[in-house]
């Protein structure tokens, strides 16, 4: 069964451009890892919440955007194998392929899924 890693974070609207660039450099590593799709998101109607919501989980400031991204694995195991060597590629160090975000802010957690259509 396929295995799900979902990312949330604010990202300075400013910086769309960036992020998008940045992205689409990764996009490329983790399907060398074994990646069966990458999804990123800008988001466009996301509420603030009064108890909880996506932009209180990462702090959103006014000038920021929240993006909800996924990776979607074969299994977890390919992603525990690929996941260390991800984060040495040379392409995505921070003085290469800097985040264009606070990465302290980022929210991610690894998923089964439960129901498939």
């Not at 209180?56 to 074969?74: D, G, L, N, R, Y």
């Not at 984060?87 to 929210?107: A, H, S, T, Y």
Request: include cysteine; proline fraction near 9%; aromatic fraction near 10%.
């Amino acid at each position: 069964m396929s295995y799900i890693d979902a990312f949330v974070a604010a990202v300075p609207t400013a910086n769309k451009e960036k992020y998008i660039r940045h992205a689409s450099e990764a996009v490329v590593v983790f399907k060398e890892h074994g990646a069966l799709n990458v999804v990123e998101c800008w988001g466009d109607d996301v509420p603030e919440g009064e108890n909880t919501s996506f932009p209180m989980a990462v702090k959103c400031q006014p000038e920021e955007t929240v993006v909800f991204s996924w990776i979607e694995w074969p299994s977890r195991a390919v992603r525990d194998k690929a996941m260390p060597l991800i984060m040495e590629d040379p392409r995505l160090q921070p003085d290469v392929n800097p985040m264009p975000f606070d990465g302290k802010r980022l929210i991610f957690g690894g998923f089964e899924p439960m129901v498939l259509e």
